[in-house]
């Protein structure tokens, strides 16, 4: 049976929002438990997402090239983050299991349950307290996503601006990724600009992950990543999850299919080899029914494999697309 991890969903932030009206037992949603069965689904990342803007008293600063949010309204977004994580535990049950180490992911799977990882999805919220990252820790995340769209207390995110895509890690970013790898912590560099990645490379000691990001050489916006830098991540023992937003796909998006998944999967090989790419949806965070007869769910990653064969990956490389390259990763660091 083929058994699939998941490195970035949004579906705990947006049930988050619906109070207690809908649970991953049931919803409207992509991500449900019926779906993440019917994928054979091993491991799911369960992002905790807070937009900090949302939370500002007025509009955030704009500086002439991104915005600038207060430190109030990052308070405010890490109160949010708690929620969430108490969502996720309340969402436990007997066929899905929070998890804060690998050897309780193998243990879960021996016990054909689901393992559920809780992350956060924006390092703004961290707001230049180093002991926020250690409360994180003990509540159970096991990897950050250091930047989201807007400049944070770590660093710059993805941009069309030149400049601040250049821009590297803060000296608080520096900071923070050092004592993630000794606590044991994924670094994730999707949505971080150009800058803050390579300062990443240079300076954790363990493994990286690109959890929701594909290549740029295929589809040219700036969340993507060139050939370069799916090298060094694969250099430095990572991997990257094929994000299945269709904006990161292709230009056209209206024209999306399964197979512009395959297609990035094949390029990432080409250019980076076979331990390089694994599956990171991004389910929840875009409307999966938006595009006629694209991808609704993980209940249709059927779908994707048969794409991917016919793009010519092999058996082997299914298998460490599927699991094994983020497993891998899991083993080292968590």
């Not at 307290?129 to 950050?144: A, D, M, S, T, V």
């Not at 694209?294 to 092999?314: D, L």
Request: proline content about 2%.
């Amino acid at each position: 049976m083929k058994r699939l991890i998941d490195l970035h969903c949004d579906t705990i932030s947006e049930l988050q929002k619906r109070g207690d009206e809908e649970t991953l037992l049931e919803n409207q949603l992509c991500v449900h438990m019926e779906a993440l069965k019917r994928a054979g689904t091993m491991v799911q990342f369960f992002a905790c997402f807070a937009d900090g803007k949302e939370y500002e008293d007025g509009k955030p600063v704009w500086n002439g090239r991104h915005r600038q949010i207060g430190p109030e309204a990052w308070d405010r977004a890490y109160k949010a983050v708690l929620d969430m994580i108490r969502r996720i535990r309340k969402e436990e049950q007997e066929g899905l299991v929070v998890v804060e180490s690998y050897d309780e992911i193998l243990e879960n799977d021996r016990q054909h349950r689901i393992t559920a990882v809780a992350t956060v999805e924006e390092g703004g919220v961290l707001n230049e307290k180093q002991e926020r990252l250690e409360e994180l820790y003990r509540l159970g995340i096991r990897l950050i996503t250091l930047t989201w769209n807007y400049e944070n207390c770590l660093g710059y995110p993805n941009s069309r601006d030149g400049e601040v895509m250049n821009r590297g890690l803060k000296a608080f970013g520096l900071e923070i990724v050092e004592r993630m790898n000794a606590l044991g912590m994924l670094v994730d560099v999707s949505h971080l600009s150009d800058g803050g990645f390579w300062d990443c490379i240079r300076v954790s000691r363990a493994p990286i992950i690109a959890s929701h990001s594909n290549a740029r050489a295929l589809c040219g916006v700036p969340r993507n990543l060139t050939d370069d830098m799916l090298r060094a991540l694969a250099e430095k023992g990572g991997a990257a999850g094929l994000n299945f937003y269709p904006v990161f796909l292709r230009e056209e998006v209206s024209e999306v299919t399964v197979q512009d998944i395959a297609r990035h999967a094949a390029h990432m090989i080409a250019a980076a080899g076979e331990d390089l790419p694994a599956i990171g949806t991004d389910f929840d965070g875009f409307v999966c029914r938006d595009v006629t007869g694209y991808i609704s769910g993980p209940g249709e990653m059927e779908r994707v494999w048969e794409a991917m064969k016919q793009q010519g990956i092999t058996e082997r490389q299914l298998d460490k697309i599927w699991s094994g390259n983020a497993l891998r990763v899991l083993k080292e660091v968590i």
